[in-house]
């Protein structure tokens, strides 16, 4: 396993990254057991976010807003065989429209199809603190 900086990950991580990958999303419930659902994940080492699209009244999101304003400690993973990268950082939640445009544009490029619209999207925004993996 090797530890990266997730603003400065080295060219095979970030090319993994840009894979068609389905990922996994990991929220803490209340009662502080882990939560795991399948999801899109876009990964943006420049402004150090990692991204996923989802509806106002998901499980993931009511997990991520009940940690409040701080954001809620959270990881998201890919895996293909022996090759696998971990994102972790602090979620937030946001509605603001170019924020959701932006998070659906990354996700339209990376996934090769556009979301159908969702009046109730939002995104979950990830601040990454760690990146670990062997990619």
């Not at 530890?3 to 060219?11: E, F, N």
């Not at 809620?72 to 022996?82: D, H, K, L, S, Y």
Request: a positive charge.
């Amino acid at each position: 396993m090797a530890l990266l900086d997730p603003r400065s990950p080295d060219p095979g991580y970030l090319a993994f990254w840009r894979e068609y990958h389905l990922c996994t999303l990991t929220t803490p419930r209340r009662d502080g057991t882990p939560h795991v659902v399948p999801v899109g994940v876009t990964y943006d080492p420049a402004a150090g976010l990692a991204r996923v699209i989802t509806g106002r009244g998901s499980a993931k999101a009511a997990h991520v807003r009940a940690a409040g304003p701080t954001g809620a400690p959270v990881a998201v993973c890919q895996v293909e065989r022996g090759r696998w990268a971990t994102l972790e950082g602090l979620a937030t939640v946001s509605a603001d429209p170019a924020r959701i445009a932006d998070a659906v544009g990354r996700y339209a490029e990376r996934y090769g199809r556009v979301p159908a619209p969702n009046p109730e999207r939002i995104v979950i925004e990830i601040a990454l603190t760690r990146a670990m993996g062997n990619a």
